[in-house]
Protein backbone atom coordinates (compact mmCIF):
# COMPACT_ATOMS: atom_id res chain seq x y z
CA UNK A 1 0.00 0.00 0.00
CA UNK A 2 0.92 3.21 -0.86
CA UNK A 3 0.59 6.21 1.47
CA UNK A 4 0.77 10.62 1.10
CA UNK A 5 0.91 12.49 3.72
CA UNK A 6 1.02 16.87 4.22
CA UNK A 7 3.95 17.56 5.76
CA UNK A 8 4.54 21.51 7.31
CA UNK A 9 7.58 22.36 9.22
CA UNK A 10 9.70 24.83 10.64
CA UNK A 11 12.79 24.51 9.09
CA UNK A 12 14.96 26.86 11.49
CA UNK A 13 16.80 23.98 13.45
CA UNK A 14 17.10 21.56 10.81
CA UNK A 15 19.60 20.78 8.15
CA UNK A 16 17.36 20.50 5.37
CA UNK A 17 14.70 18.01 4.21
CA UNK A 18 17.58 15.08 2.76
CA UNK A 19 19.09 12.58 5.55
CA UNK A 20 22.65 13.73 5.52
CA UNK A 21 25.36 10.78 6.84
CA UNK A 22 26.88 12.93 9.21
CA UNK A 23 23.99 12.40 11.53
CA UNK A 24 22.71 16.18 11.52
CA UNK A 25 19.08 17.03 12.39
CA UNK A 26 16.76 16.17 9.16
CA UNK A 27 12.83 16.90 8.14
CA UNK A 28 13.63 13.24 6.72
CA UNK A 29 15.51 12.00 9.54
CA UNK A 30 12.60 12.59 12.17
CA UNK A 31 9.83 12.37 9.49
CA UNK A 32 11.03 8.43 8.82
CA UNK A 33 11.35 7.49 12.59
CA UNK A 34 7.93 8.54 13.45
CA UNK A 35 6.60 6.72 10.72
CA UNK A 36 8.75 3.93 11.23
CA UNK A 37 7.18 4.02 15.19
CA UNK A 38 3.72 3.64 13.54
CA UNK A 39 4.38 1.38 11.16
CA UNK A 40 6.26 -0.99 13.13
CA UNK A 41 8.97 -1.18 10.52
CA UNK A 42 11.77 0.85 8.67
CA UNK A 43 10.00 3.60 6.24
CA UNK A 44 11.66 5.39 3.69
CA UNK A 45 9.55 8.64 2.44
CA UNK A 46 9.98 10.70 -1.11
CA UNK A 47 9.38 14.44 -1.20
CA UNK A 48 7.52 16.34 -3.81
CA UNK A 49 10.97 18.57 -3.34
CA UNK A 50 13.84 19.03 -1.27
CA UNK A 51 14.19 21.90 1.06
CA UNK A 52 18.22 23.62 2.77
CA UNK A 53 18.83 24.16 5.92
CA UNK A 54 16.68 26.82 7.71
CA UNK A 55 13.45 26.70 5.37
CA UNK A 56 9.94 26.01 6.32
CA UNK A 57 7.32 24.32 4.50
CA UNK A 58 3.89 24.91 4.41
CA UNK A 59 2.44 21.51 1.95
CA UNK A 60 5.73 19.63 1.36
CA UNK A 61 3.91 16.35 -0.06
CA UNK A 62 5.72 13.24 0.85
CA UNK A 63 4.80 9.05 -0.25
CA UNK A 64 6.22 6.07 1.22
CA UNK A 65 5.15 2.25 0.99
CA UNK A 66 3.98 -0.16 3.84
CA UNK A 67 2.53 -2.71 4.50
CA UNK A 68 1.35 -2.21 7.67
CA UNK A 69 -2.49 -2.13 7.92
CA UNK A 70 -3.35 1.14 9.48
CA UNK A 71 -6.28 3.82 9.41
CA UNK A 72 -5.78 7.09 8.08
CA UNK A 73 -6.28 8.34 11.72
CA UNK A 74 -3.22 6.16 12.88
CA UNK A 75 -0.93 7.25 10.52
CA UNK A 76 -1.84 11.10 11.19
CA UNK A 77 -2.56 11.29 14.56
CA UNK A 78 0.35 8.26 15.45
CA UNK A 79 3.02 10.30 13.24
CA UNK A 80 2.01 13.40 14.93
CA UNK A 81 2.27 12.27 18.37
CA UNK A 82 6.12 10.61 17.17
CA UNK A 83 7.04 14.15 15.69
CA UNK A 84 8.74 16.90 17.50
CA UNK A 85 6.86 20.44 17.53
CA UNK A 86 8.29 21.97 14.74
CA UNK A 87 6.73 19.47 12.19
CA UNK A 88 3.42 17.97 12.00
CA UNK A 89 1.15 16.14 9.60
CA UNK A 90 -1.65 17.88 7.85
CA UNK A 91 -3.40 15.15 6.03
CA UNK A 92 -3.43 11.49 4.80
CA UNK A 93 -4.27 9.96 1.83
CA UNK A 94 -3.72 6.34 0.52
CA UNK A 95 -2.74 6.86 -3.42
CA UNK A 96 -2.36 4.31 -6.47
CA UNK A 97 0.57 2.52 -6.66
CA UNK A 98 1.60 4.92 -9.36
CA UNK A 99 2.13 8.21 -7.39
CA UNK A 100 4.92 9.36 -6.66
CA UNK A 101 5.42 12.67 -4.77
CA UNK A 102 8.23 14.01 -6.70
CA UNK A 103 7.00 13.31 -10.43
CA UNK A 104 3.50 13.61 -10.15
CA UNK A 105 3.68 17.03 -8.57
CA UNK A 106 2.04 19.81 -10.85
CA UNK A 107 3.06 23.27 -9.21
CA UNK A 108 5.40 24.24 -6.33
CA UNK A 109 5.25 27.91 -4.79
CA UNK A 110 8.27 29.56 -3.32
CA UNK A 111 7.76 32.38 -1.09
CA UNK A 112 10.69 34.85 -0.07
CA UNK A 113 10.25 37.91 2.92
CA UNK A 114 12.36 40.08 3.11
CA UNK A 115 11.64 42.92 6.29
CA UNK A 116 12.84 45.99 4.72
CA UNK A 117 13.31 47.91 7.49
CA UNK A 118 16.50 49.87 8.74
CA UNK A 119 15.92 47.81 12.11
CA UNK A 120 15.43 44.02 12.21
CA UNK A 121 12.30 42.49 13.65
CA UNK A 122 12.85 39.65 16.04
CA UNK A 123 9.23 38.86 16.15
CA UNK A 124 9.93 37.91 12.36
CA UNK A 125 13.56 36.46 12.55
CA UNK A 126 13.02 33.13 12.06
CA UNK A 127 10.50 34.18 8.95
CA UNK A 128 12.02 36.88 6.76
CA UNK A 129 15.54 37.89 5.97
CA UNK A 130 16.16 41.38 7.07
Keep these: MKIALGVEYLGTDFHGWQIQENGLRTVQG ?73 FDAYARLYEYKIHNHPVRSSLKANYNLW
Design 30 to 102: VVELALSRVADHSVRVFCSGRTDAGVHAKEQVIHFETDSIRDSNAWLFGGNVNLPSDVNFTWVKEVSDGFHAR
